[in-house]
């Protein structure tokens, strides 16, 4: 990269590591530039991102795509006036190719932006890079033909996966907002491995990926906090009152004055309106389960202590707390397994299969067996999604359980490994996140505390359809307790 942003020193940079909410309300104010906010986090991306890999491209035309914010009428109106944001490499950024971590894919530009980008854009955000993935989005790690996306925490580990780059680019100060999604946990699992929020919507909420993996996958937002969070998901929804929900825990329409949205509606109204100092007392009922694996799936104790820790805070908090102890029925894991293995060979699709790497291949072709002997996870899911969730939850309104098993595995090129070595290590380490998918539950990561290792430690909270506004409420109140951290040597 070359440009102006590099003669810009660490010391003298103010708003590269502010939050979203910061920076859209200091441009809509006229405190800063927009190109001004770009620079500096293209100044960030080009010092730390060789050592992370975070990004497949960066859009050096994003400082003159922040230049015309200024030329927008209703600058004063954008939720995410000049926040830079980077987008995962398998959703379609007009202009770039988006070539989902395979070499096998086209490199034909994207006619237009897919519709979750589009909204950001109209919601004044710069998009500055695309960030990297495994190929085609299929396993919890972060090497691909483009590189080997490391942690921050701990550059020899693994971001996770599939949403690597994009966790990473947020855990590393890049950027303050990240566009992922997640098909078996693609977002709650890098969230996690990289110490960051990370949100699944449930369906429908915001445009899905091209490829939804037959409405297993849903686009969502990374941040470092709850409101940033909140505010990205609102724009991606098209839903002003989610911008307020991590507030207590539910909607909040919009207070007057108000003016006209650039979300989804044009009739919508909004104002923008500083964060307060914490968020508000609300009461949910819920659950806690330190370990609801399967039996013979095991729990880092580390972990089972930070779901206990989290259940104290949230009960401190005013929430009625219940311990849950049962386990996740032992048939789900081989039907979301299979559902996994069904997906892979789907999206292979038409590609060249020389060009795909050697995981790649084992995995589609292991699907292919599995589909050919009618064990393709579909009645398990139907039975899951029908009733088998909603009996096994109970009477909470929102479970608190560990986002991953282990700590993240190393970083290397697991590519380049078979079917065995990638599967037993995927279901060793992240095999907690699917079950939410299967049935279509938003669920989020939150982080809460740091593990023995010096990696971080994140919470998984999952809630039934329409419980977005009290996951994000829940994560607020967590965020208050215990504060977000940066990695360390990745802060300002």
């Known amino acids: ?43 960030v991306i080009a010092e730390r991102d060789p050592r992370i890999r975070a990004f497949r491209l960066v859009r050096e035309q994003a400082v003159d795509e922040a230049r015309l914010l200024r030329k927008r009428r209703d600058l004063a109106e954008l939720p995410l006036a000049g926040v830079p944001v980077a987008v995962k490499d398998n959703l379609q950024v007009a202009g770039e190719a988006p070539r989902a971590g395979s070499a096998a894919t086209s490199d034909a530009p994207a006619s237009e932006d897919h519709p ?59 950027v303050p907002l990240a566009l992922g999604n997640d098909g078996m946990g693609s977002l709650r699992i890098p969230a996690a491995c990289c110490g960051v929020l990370a949100i699944k919507p449930g369906p429908g909420l915001v445009p899905p990926p091209s490829d939804d993996w037959d ?74 389960a330190a370990q609801p694996l399967p039996v013979g799936l095991p729990m880092d104790r580390e972990f089972r202590a930070a779901v206990r820790a989290a259940a104290e805070t949230l009960r401190v908090a005013g929430h009625t707390i219940v311990e849950h102890d049962h386990r996740l029925p032992f048939w789900l ?31 589609v072709r292991a699907g292919r067996v599995l ?27 929102v479970l608190v359980m560990p986002a991953l098993a282990a700590v993240p ?26 079950a939410w998918n299967m049935c279509g539950w938003p669920a989020m990561t939150v982080p809460l505390a740091t593990h023995s290792t010096g990696m971080p430690i994140g919470v998984q909270l999952v809630a039934p359809p329409g419980g977005e506004p009290q996951l994000l409420g829940l994560a607020a109140q967590l965020q208050a307790v215990h504060p977000p951290t940066r990695a360390p040597g990745f802060s300002f």
């Open 333 to 363: 894991g081989p039907a979301t397994v299979a559902t996994w293995l069904g997906r892979a060979a789907s999206s292979a699709g038409d590609l060249d299969r020389p060009r795909l790497e050697r995981r790649t291949r084992a995995l």
């Open 1 to 43: 990269m070359d440009g102006p942003y590099l003669n810009l020193h660490t010391q003298d940079m103010v708003w590269a590591g502010r939050s979203a909410v910061e920076i859209a309300t200091a441009v809509r104010r006229g405190e800063v530039a927009a190109t001004t906010v770009v620079e500096e986090h293209l100044h």
């Open 371 to 397: 589909g050919a002997l009618g064990l393709d996870g579909v009645r398990g899911r139907q039975r899951w999604s029908g009733y088998g969730a909603d009996q096994w939850l109970g009477r909470a309104d």
């Open 116 to 174: 979750a980008v589009a909204r950001l854009r109209a919601a004044g955000a710069v998009i500055v890079g695309l960030t990297n993935l495994p190929e085609l989005a299929l396993v919890a790690f972060g090497d691909s033909a483009y590189g080997v996306v490391r942690n921050p925490w701990d550059l020899s580990r693994t971001a996770g996966g599939s949403s690597s780059g994009s966790a990473a680019a947020v855990a590393a100060g890049m």
């Open 215 to 288: 409405r297993l996958a849903e686009n969502g937002p990374f941040a470092t906090t709850a409101a940033d969070l909140a505010l990205a998901l609102s724009v991606l929804a098209g839903d002003p009152s989610l911008a307020e929900a991590w507030r207590g825990g539910r909607r909040v329409e919009p207070p007057k004055p108000m003016l006209r949205s650039v979300w989804a509606d044009e009739d919508q109204v909004w104002e923008p309106q500083p964060p307060p100092d914490g968020p508000e007392p609300f009461d949910l009922r819920v659950a806690y």
């Open 409 to 434: 595995p190393v970083a290397e090129r697991w590519g380049e490994r078979g079917f065995l070595r990638n599967a037993l290590t995927n279901v060793r380490y992240a095999p907690a996140t699917g």
